[in-house]
């Protein structure tokens, strides 16, 4: 089992529309929280990032983490053709990046 | 200005050949990467370098050398390559050790005949 599980999609939707991405993950340790956004032919980028519990919002992007059911969430309101890429997400349990775990990511697309 | 260029960005090679992809960062940071994405998108971390040591080496074979001549490079070697070596290798780098966001490089995308 991996560490951290995602629907990998594929997932179309219609410009405007809200946009829900989601992950598992198995380890209870883990306490940082974090969705990568990937375009074709790129690396991955920093999009969200969250401590713990709760939701973090940013513009159109809400991140949601649930602890007690080791769920993870991303959100996109009124979602844009420019939304569309491979989300990861990423969860470790202490500080520092050395053991960050990625889902296998959710390839979007927003049509226009 | 590129932050974490890596080259090269394609590499089409046979069974059997070693090879090397370069990596540098000019963004200051202390904390080096090598990740592996695979066919489905699946990120694999391979190496971390702090500061010129070693710090993971998650079950890679020892077919692939990382070499880091400085903070500011951390190049990947790979001998004898084999066909599921075919892949696509990021080089990232970090310094915030709270969030420990990770900067990535755009990919070496290597296929292995």
């Known amino acids: 089992q991996k560490e951290v599980e995602q629907d990998p999609g594929p997932l179309s939707v219609p410009e405007g529309a809200i946009v829900s991405l989601n992950c598992t993950y198995s380890?209870?340790?883990?306490?940082?929280f974090m969705w990568y956004r990937q375009y074709s032919r790129k690396g991955p980028e920093l999009l969200m990032y969250?401590?713990?519990?709760g939701n973090k919002e940013d513009g159109r992007f809400t991140a949601q983490v649930d602890k007690s059911s080791k769920y993870i969430s991303l959100f996109i309101r009124d979602s844009q053709p420019s939304d569309s890429a491979t989300y990861l997400c990423?969860?470790?349990?202490?500080?520092?990046?050395?053991?960050?775990?990625f889902g296998t990511g959710t390839r979007l697309t927003v049509i226009p | 200005d590129t932050a974490v260029s890596q080259t090269p960005k394609y590499l089409v090679t046979q069974m059997g050949n070693d090879k090397s992809i370069k990596c540098e960062q000019n963004?200051?940071?202390?904390?080096m990467y090598w990740y592996k994405q695979d066919s489905k998108k699946f990120l694999k971390i391979m190496f971390s370098?702090?500061?010129?040591?070693?710090?993971i080496n998650e079950t890679v074979p020892n077919r692939f050398s990382p070499k880091s001549p400085d903070k500011a490079h951390l190049n990947l070697h790979i001998n004898s390559l084999e066909l599921g070596d075919s892949a696509v290798y990021f080089c990232?780098?970090?310094?915030?050790?709270?969030?420990?966001?990770?900067?990535f490089g755009e990919g070496s995308r290597l296929t292995v005949l």
């Open positions: 990423a969860s470790r349990a202490q500080t520092g990046a050395n053991n960050l775990f």
């Open positions: 380890n209870s340790a883990f306490q940082y």
């Open positions: 969250t401590y713990s519990s």
């Open positions: 963004l200051g940071h202390d904390t």
């Open positions: 370098y702090n500061n010129k040591e070693l710090i």
């Open positions: 990232a780098s970090s310094q915030d050790r709270v969030s420990g966001e990770l900067f």
